[in-house]
Structure formats: C-alpha cells, structure tokens
C-alpha cells in the first residue's frame, strides 16, 4: 500500500507562472515531510521541507504547504523558470521514531519558456 | 573530494551473474541508503544501515546483499543478477535517517 501518492505524473506549466505539486499521505503517524528534485542523469537533491507543527515553510521561490486533515501537502513554485523543469519526489518521515523517508512516485515539472 | 560517489556510473550485466554496486561517502555520515528508480515506482528503499555492521532491509530486498564493515562504504550486491533488477540504483547518505543526501546514481542494465 502506497503510503506517499503523486496522483499527477506529470505538470506541465508556463515560464513566470505558478506551479503547483500535490502530495497526499496515508499515514497520520507521519510528522516530517521534504521535497527532493531530481534532474535526468543526476541524484535527487534535496529542495524544503516542513515539519508536522507547521503548516507552512518557504524558502524563496518555493513554499510547501502542509494540511495535516487532509493528509494533503503541496509544494508551489512562484514564478516557475526553465530550470525548474525536473522530477520533483515528495517524501515522508516518521522523523522521532528514526525511520528512512518514504518517498512518492515523482512529478515530472516542464517549464515552457 | 567530499560528499557521496558511485562506481560504476554506468554497468551492463548478464542475467545469473554477479554485480556489485560502490558507494562511497566522504561526510562520515551514520545511515546510507539503498534506493532503485524505476518508471511508475518512484524510488524504493532496498536495504539501509545506521551504522557500521547494523542494516536492515527497506521495501524491496529481495536479491540483493548488502554490507557495512567501514562506516564510509556501502556496497550493493546482486548475487544472480535478473532482468528485472534491471533499472537505476541511487546510495545516499546521512547524519539521520530523515534526511538524505544522494550520489549521482549507477544505471544497471541486465540482459
């Protein structure tokens, strides 16, 4: 059973506007979230994250959003540029319990100049 | 250099041999990670460790080896490799387990 979903394999979005990723978790035990974007031929890198006791992070460009209700988090990008353009993995933790990320299938982002 | 390398970056195998996959992490950094990409699949944990000599298995272990003995190295062996270990292998490395940092990758095609 999945327990970290991206329902959309794929976003395709224009140059200056916003982008917006959806993750959505099964797990309520979950209390650690983090987006990772990932170029072709290259290592996921790490991008933001947020913790269960906030419902918001930002961090220039990118701000994750964290609904703990809906087991709902969102990463939106403002404004998308080219180099945006990646595979972008939303992962979850069970951060005081010590245990590895759980990470979602991926949203492959395009950037249209 | 610091950080965390894979070797090879590139590896083309036959089905029923064995191969194993390097990595190497400069941070002295507690956990390393095992994961494989694959389409549809996203990244699946295969083995971890928290240290040297302790690992336990992730997602999806099945057919492959792991050891730990230096607290820097992680290697990956497929003992009797199959096609469908056929995909991208990623190490990753870190201070704790909720933060990862990855290598770059090694691609393993198995024919």
């Known amino acids: 059973d999945q327990q970290v979903k991206q329902n959309s394999p794929s976003l395709s979005v224009q140059e200056g506007r916003i982008s917006i990723l959806n993750c959505d978790y099964t797990?309520?035990?979950?209390?650690?979230f983090l987006w990772y974007k990932k170029y072709p031929a290259e290592g996921p890198t790490f991008l933001i994250s947020?913790?269960?006791?906030?419902d918001k992070n930002e961090d220039g460009r990118f701000t994750v959003f964290l609904n703990k209700s809906a087991k709902h988090l969102s990463l939106h990008i403002v404004p998308s540029q080219p180099g945006d353009s990646a595979v972008y993995f939303c992962?979850?933790?069970?951060?005081?319990?010590?245990?590895?990320?759980?990470f979602g299938k991926g949203t492959r982002l395009s950037v249209i100049a | 250099d610091a950080g965390i390398t894979q070797s090879p970056r590139y590896k083309i195998t036959e089905t029923g041999r064995q191969v194993t996959l390097m990595c190497h992490q400069t941070?002295?950094?507690?956990?390393m990670f095992w994961y494989r990409q694959d389409l549809g699949h996203g990244l699946r944990l295969i083995y971890y460790?928290?240290?040297?000599?302790?690992?336990d298995k992730g997602e999806v272990p099945d057919g492959y080896v792991v050891s730990r003995s230096k607290t820097e190295n992680f290697p990956l062996t497929l003992e009797s490799a199959t096609r469908s270990q056929t995909s991208v292998y990623f190490c990753?490395?870190?201070?704790?387990?909720?933060?990862?940092?990855f290598g770059p990758g090694t691609r393993l095609t198995v024919t």
């Open positions: 990753a490395s870190s201070p704790v387990p909720y933060e990862q940092y």
């Open positions: 797990n309520s035990m979950f209390d650690y």
């Open positions: 947020i913790s269960s006791i906030k």
């Open positions: 992962a979850a933790s069970l951060k005081s319990g010590n245990t590895p990320l759980v």
């Open positions: 941070w002295s950094h507690s956990y």
């Open positions: 460790s928290a240290a040297a000599d302790i690992t």
